[in-house]
């Protein structure tokens, strides 16, 4: 849950800033796994990363093919991890200074993985992604209440993928799609109440991700992200309980959420490319009822 690339007019700054996403004491340390990232549930192992102020506990260097990735947040804040596969030439220390230079906008040539999206603080969120080998960065890029993105205030780990002889875990089975295009989502079937794994494929000319948030009753969608302050982990007109975070044109990846009955929404916050403002004001953004 996270947008980039902010608009030079105030009113478009603070819209950006405080609708981009995308509070509990820390806990002591990693919970038992739980029945989100519970591998039976698909062909691949979790690998658990902790998410602080400011900062991702968790392994440097993980096998390269589909990978089952658990977030906990222990921060004070929303969190999220994107991860951002460097290309050849480009190192973590490039990405950082960039970063550094113009916390604003993400570099031109990352390319964004997926990964798991927005939870508030004490919550999980999982997703599964296919990533190849070579050189990453994890990042969270939600804006404090200063509009600063969290990757500029530290939150940001080098990984290194490696490629393996082990055949590689397969694809897990999926409860329904979701499609992005440019700026639609587009639902294979309803979402029933239960545990559900979700693909998300990319059919876009530009980078998309998908923000859950389970909604207040009588809210919507449109009254959350008009309502949403950075820096603030929950709203009263609802919370961010996972998603994927953003991937490139043509591809996919899976995330895992535990719907119960009610009220849910869908939102891109990524930037436009052309136009600089996030995709939700371009229509990418669903209310959802869940029975």
């Known amino acids: 849950m996270v947008c980039w690339e902010t608009d030079t007019e105030n009113t478009m700054r603070r819209l950006v800033l405080t609708l981009t996403v995308l509070v509990l004491v820390l806990a002591p340390g990693p919970a038992p796994m739980s029945p989100l990232a519970d591998s039976r549930k698909g062909s691949t192992e979790a690998i ?5 102020d400011y900062g991702f506990d968790g392994p440097e260097k993980i096998p390269a093919g ?28 490039d990405f950082n200074s960039e970063i550094m230079a113009d916390p604003s906008r993400m570099p031109s040539w990352a390319q964004r993985r997926g990964g798991p999206n927005s939870v508030i603080p004490g919550e999980r969120a999982v997703a599964i992604i296919n990533l190849e080998p070579g050189n990453y960065v994890l990042i969270c890029g939600i804006p404090d209440r200063r509009g600063i993105p969290h990757v500029a205030l530290g939150m940001h780990k080098p990984l290194r993928v490696e490629a393996t002889s082990d ?10 799609t979701i499609t ?18 979700i693909h998300v494929v990319n059919e876009g000319s530009q980078a998309h991700e998908v923000v859950v948030v389970q909604l207040a009753p009588g809210s919507s969608v449109t009254d959350f992200v008009d309502a949403f302050q950075p820096g603030v982990a929950e709203s009263p007109l609802g919370k961010p309980i996972g998603g994927l975070v953003g991937i490139e044109p043509g591809r996919d990846g899976y995330f895992r959420i ?30 959802v009822k869940v029975k």
């Open 48 to 52: 658990t990363y902790v998410a602080r």
């Open 66 to 93: 589909i990978t089952l990735v658990e977030m906990i947040n222990q921060g004070h804040d929303l969190r999220q991890i994107q991860f951002i596969r460097l290309p050849d030439g480009k190192t973590a220390t």
């Open 167 to 176: 055949r590689p875990a397969a694809a897990p089975p999926a409860d329904l």
């Open 180 to 197: 992005e295009a440019d700026f639609t989502f587009a639902l294979s079937h309803p979402i029933t109440a239960g545990l559900k794994t």
């Open 258 to 287: 535990d719907f119960a009955p009610g009220n849910y929404g869908l939102i891109c916050f990524l930037p436009d490319i052309v136009r600089r403002a996030p995709h939700f004001m371009r229509g990418m953004l669903m209310d």
